[in-house]
């Protein structure tokens, strides 16, 4: 993917539909567990902010949407992400499964628990 894109709108629109709808949902769930988001292209693809400092990046591959980066997180998480792992801080969602949204939507949540600026988490 290039890194020309200025906005999320033109790097969605650089993939083929199929792919484009995944994304967008990513989008949706990650934008939904984030309060007060705001997205930016930040090297190249796009960033979830949180209090003007990033919460995820997330990106379509080859074989993956990928989330960037993904720190360790409480057991039970890691217990479940284990075979989405593919590098120390990355996740990966492979094209031809199913998309775990509700997965996608805890591992969103509990960055956020640990990003966010001081007494801003939701409880």
């Not at 998309?99 to 939507?105: C, F, I, K, N």
């Amino acid at each position: 993917m290039s890194a020309s894109v200025a906005t999320v709108e033109e790097y969605l629109a650089a993939f083929p539909p199929e792919r484009r709808a995944r994304l967008e949902e990513v989008r949706r769930l990650l934008l939904q567990a984030v309060p007060d988001a705001e997205e930016r292209i930040r090297y190249g693809m796009p960033a979830v902010m949180l209090g003007g400092r990033y919460a995820i990046h997330w990106a379509g591959w080859k074989t993956h949407v990928g989330l960037h980066p993904v720190p360790r997180l409480s057991p039970e998480l890691e217990h479940e992400l284990a075979a989405l792992r593919t590098g120390k801080d990355t996740v990966a969602l492979p094209w031809n499964r199913e998309l775990p949204a509700e997965l996608v939507s805890r591992v969103a949540e509990a960055i956020v628990e640990l990003r966010a600026p001081e007494g801003t988490a939701p409880h």
